[in-house]
T-cell receptor, first 117, second 116 residues
Framework: AQKVTQAQTEISVVEKEDVTLDCVYE???????LFWYKQPPSGELVFLIR??????QNEISGRYSWNFQKSTSSFNFTITASQVVDSAVYFC??????????????FGAGTRLFVKA | EAQVTQNPRYLITVTGKKLTVTCSQN?????MSWYRQDPGLGLRQIYY???????DKGDVPEGYKVSRKEKRNFPLILESPSPNQTSLYFC???????????????FGPGTRLTVT
């Protein structure tokens, strides 16, 4: 059965530290999609990145980088030189074909990141 | 402005009183979905829809109904709400890409529902 595990419930860092948020997933499919979303204290959900199962290239976007490793079923997210504005809950999500077609989406429980000034 | 709207944003109701939470998107997205967010559990998918008249259950569909009569609207219906349905609800929509791939979802602002 599909599952997304974010083992870190809360992480607290001091500004300018690097921090990595872990995401481990389980899926029965060979075709699937992985996502990261950010939920700042204001409550909205903001898309950060999408990866399909055939694209294992790591990606860097400014201070954000993602490491996708199919061998370990992980899709980790690193923030370099963290800032107070990075304080939020971060969700990892897996999307795969449902039993009757369409895409089911499973979210992890989220990791709450506190960045202190 | 591209957006997903939900109404109402806040609702307090009593057990057993039927309610509907509306969701509308103006991006011509095929895919729409409802989630509930509870502390420590992340977001859990209730129902999703690949297109008009095509809906399917997510992980927690019990106690909920949906319909997709128009592409832009995807209302969530609670026929007989119970206190365990007190939660924060999000509607989302996304494109279905070439080959029907799953793309990023755009989320509404959320509806906080309290059932007493």
């Amino acid at each position: 059965a599909q599952k997304v595990t974010q083992a870190q419930t809360e992480i607290s860092v001091v500004e300018k530290e690097d921090v990595t948020l872990d995401c481990v997933y389980e899926t029965r499919d060979t075709t699937y999609y992985l996502f990261w979303y950010k939920q700042p204290p204001s409550g909205e959900l903001v898309f950060l990145i999408r990866r399909n199962s055939f694209d294992e290239q790591n990606e860097i976007s400014g201070r954000y980088s993602w490491n996708f490793q199919k061998s370990t079923s992980s899709f980790n997210f690193t923030i370099t030189a963290s800032q107070v504005v990075d304080s939020a809950v971060y969700f990892c999500a897996l999307s795969e074909a449902g039993d009757t077609g369409g895409f089911k989406t499973i979210f992890g429980a989220g990791t709450r990141l506190f960045v202190k000034a | 402005e591209a957006q997903v709207t939900q109404n109402p944003r806040y609702l307090i109701t009593v057990t057993g009183k039927k309610l509907t939470v509306t969701c509308s998107q103006n991006m011509n997205h095929e895919y729409m979905s409802w989630y509930r967010q509870d502390p420590g559990l992340g977001l859990r998918q209730i129902y999703y829809s690949m297109n008009v008249e095509v809906t399917d259950k997510g992980d927690v569909p019990e106690g909920y109904k949906v319909s997709r009569k128009e592409k832009r609207n995807f209302p969530l219906i609670l026929e007989s709400p119970s206190p365990n349905q007190t939660s924060l609800y999000f509607c989302a929509s996304s494109l279905l890409g070439p080959g029907q791939g799953s793309y990023e979802q755009y989320f509404g602002p959320g509806t906080r529902l309290t059932v007493t």
